[in-house]
């Protein structure tokens, strides 16, 4: 089962020609991006001014979507729950993983921002376990629709970084050359099973930004650049 099959959410991952950066921090004009926001939201069907996103810091917080939050005042967090129509969450990535979340059981969703600092913190479980509480939602009943991402192919991560997380997250790493390589969605999706995430209930893009950067941004493979999102919205 995907998202696609629900009519009843909007769900949208961007890509470079579709979205532009849609990140305000990332040294482009303000306006601009105001801009590639404003023709986002016509295009998908949303108001502009009621999206939530993030001041994403690779941590593994989930923020409960209140009535502070409004486009202009982004809560700093790495996820995002709302059971709220006509509300959009996005996700900003450029390599990190877009994770998005729904259950049409309890109508309740949720974005993750999901980078090997994310994974290493289960941020996934985070999100399913706030669903739970806060909305009732039972993990059976969860969809979840991974976006591309930097793929095992091409991250390379210090010894360090194996040295420091190998006993936990050992499966997850290649060797090739003498160096490391993380595959941070087989972690992801080894925390979304063990939430109680059916298999069939995970669409899993499997395309690797650093190796598609005429259709993504990727922070690996060009330094400074734009974001692209993951979009999702109750109707
Ligand atoms: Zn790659």
Do not use: W
């Not at 909007?10 to 990140?23: C, D, K, M, P, V």
């Amino acid at each position: 089962m995907r998202l696609d099959a629900f009519s009843d959410i909007l769900h949208n991952f961007t890509t470079r020609e579709s979205g532009g950066n849609l990140a305000f921090h990332v040294g482009d004009d303000i306006e601009a991006v105001n801009e590639h926001h404003e023709i986002l939201s016509q295009e998908l069907g949303y108001k502009k001014d009621a999206l939530i996103h993030m001041k994403q810091i690779h941590s593994d917080i989930v923020h409960v979507v209140g009535e502070q939050d409004g486009f202009g005042s982004p809560p700093t967090c790495d996820a995002l729950v709302t059971n709220k129509k006509n509300t959009p969450l996005m996700v900003m990535v450029a390599d990190c993983t877009p994770v998005l979340f729904y259950d049409p059981t309890c109508r309740a969703i949720g974005v993750a921002h999901a980078g090997r600092a994310g994974a290493f913190g289960n941020i996934v479980a985070n999100v399913v376990k706030t669903m739970q509480k806060e909305y009732g939602s039972k993990p059976e009943d969860i969809i979840v629709s991974i976006g591309s991402a930097i793929g095992v192919c091409c991250y390379e991560v210090g010894k360090e970084i194996h040295e420091a997380s190998h006993e936990e997250f050992g499966y997850a790493f290649e060797k090739r050359d003498g160096s490391y390589y993380l595959d941070v969605n087989r972690i992801i999706l080894s925390q979304l099973q063990e939430c109680g995430i059916k298999q069939e209930h995970i669409d899993n893009s499997g395309i690797c930004t650093a190796c598609n950067t005429h259709d993504y941004f990727s922070y690996r493979a060009e330094g400074q650049t734009g974001r692209f999102a993951g979009v999702l919205m109750l109707k």
